[in-house]
């Protein structure tokens, strides 16, 4: 059974230009998390989704950032018109259900330039 | 949300056991200790869980006191490959806690 899988593992990106971050969940998993680190810092709950529905973005920046779950494929984590402060790692989580474990991806990490 | 607290670092050698102490004097009734381990460039991984008293697994044992404004991760006969950050989490373990808060973090560096 993989785990979760994130892509890509790097990604540069301009400032202005558009990123997304893609998260596969673990099979079986309807639940997705994505989580953003900063250098020498814990991960910052961004948003918890299900399938094509967003059931908490508390901890999404109001601006930029969205995020969905399509029935079919990946979750995404959009950030438009980067900015030098989004530059982190991005890590997505999945999960059974609510409350469960929370298995981890390896992470997104974004350079804007 | 109940805070933690936690060294920012720790050292040790091999084969030692290293105990990482975290407080939360805030923790809710409701509220599960949960401790992670993070290794650079991964993902955090999940370590372990209480509630109260001990909880032992084939990685790690955990000790929470009666009172539960503490606890303490031991790992036995570290290695170099436990050289990682160690994250203690305080929440509820149903619905009404979706999101993980993660702390700074203890990072503990194992020596040869």
């Known amino acids: 059974n993989a785990g979760v899988m994130q892509n890509p593992r790097h990604l540069v990106r301009r400032r202005g230009q558009e990123a997304r971050l893609r998260c596969s969940p673990m099979k079986g998993h309807s639940h997705v998390y994505w989580y953003r680190q900063l250098p020498e810092e814990g991960l910052k709950f961004m948003v918890y989704l299900q399938k094509e529905n967003i059931i908490d973005e508390s901890g999404m920046p109001k601006e930029r950032f969205s995020a969905e779950f399509p029935k079919e494929g990946p979750s995404i984590l959009r950030i438009q018109q980067v900015v030098r402060g989004d530059s982190a790692a991005y890590f997505c989580a999945s999960s059974t259900g609510t409350g469960d474990e929370q298995y981890f991806g390896p992470g997104t990490r974004l350079t804007v330039t | 949300l109940a805070k933690t607290t936690q060294p920012i670092s720790m050292d040790s050698y091999e084969g030692q056991e290293v105990n990482i102490t975290c407080s939360h004097n805030n923790i809710a009734t409701n509220d599960y200790i949960t401790w992670y381990q993070q290794f650079p460039s991964q993902g955090p991984r999940f370590i372990i869980q209480?509630?109260?008293t001990k909880v032992k697994n084939e990685v790690a044992s955990l000790f929470i006191p009666a009172d539960r404004k503490s606890s303490t991760l031991s790992l036995p006969r570290v290695s170099l490959s436990d050289t990682a950050v160690y994250y203690c989490l305080v929440g509820e373990l149903d619905t009404g806690r979706r999101a993980l808060t993660f702390g700074s973090g203890t990072r503990l560096q194992v020596q040869p």
């Open positions: 209480g509630y109260k």
